[in-house]
């Protein structure tokens, strides 16, 4: 069975690690979605995906947010099942993400959050100078986080 792990991925954690070993222990083959660029977002899409790539070993695909006049703007998840072939399961942690699969009858799997970890938690705690992010991450993503543009910049 060939699955699809879908994220944003900003940064890539330890909760994204353990999800993605329980994934591969479900699936033959594990396929990478990252979700395309935000303001918003602490590392630039090269770097999120350098982040999977090395934490993985999958080249993730990117997966691009659909304007209004996109045909396929209401129903994201069919516009995936076209860029990404022979998909027979999601894995998500997101709702949204979720709901456009179950509409197109492909199964997901549920990821919970591992110990509490969020991208959005290690944001923050970068944002706030709070060191204690680095326990939350695989060192290959402390040291991508280090080195990265946006590291140390007001947001």
């Given at each position: 069975m060939k699955g699809l792990y879908i994220g944003r991925f900003d940064p890539?954690?330890?909760?994204?690690?353990?999800?993605?070993?329980l994934f591969c222990k479900l699936v033959d083959e594990v396929k990478i979605g990252i979700g395309a660029q935000k303001e918003t977002d602490l590392l630039s899409l090269e770097e999120r995906v350098k982040g999977v790539c090395e934490n993985t070993g999958v080249q993730p695909i990117e997966l691009e947010d659909l304007d209004s006049n996109h045909p396929f703007y209401?129903?994201?998840?069919?516009?995936?099942l076209r860029k990404v072939e022979d998909v027979e399961i999601i894995a998500t942690?997101?709702?949204?993400?979720?709901?456009?699969?179950i509409k197109n009858s492909i199964?997901?799997?549920?990821?919970?959050r591992y110990d509490n970890i969020s991208g959005t938690?290690?944001?923050?705690?970068?944002?706030?100078?709070?060191?204690?992010w680095k326990l939350l991450v695989p060192e290959k993503?402390?040291?991508?986080?280090?080195?990265?543009?946006?590291?140390g910049r007001p947001k």
């Open positions: 890539f954690h330890l909760g994204h690690l353990k999800a993605h070993d209401w129903d994201w998840g069919k516009y995936v942690g997101n709702n949204y993400v979720k709901e456009d699969f199964p997901v799997l549920w990821l919970p938690i290690i944001r923050s705690k970068i944002n706030d100078g709070d060191d204690s993503t402390k040291l991508l986080v280090l080195t990265s543009i946006n590291y």
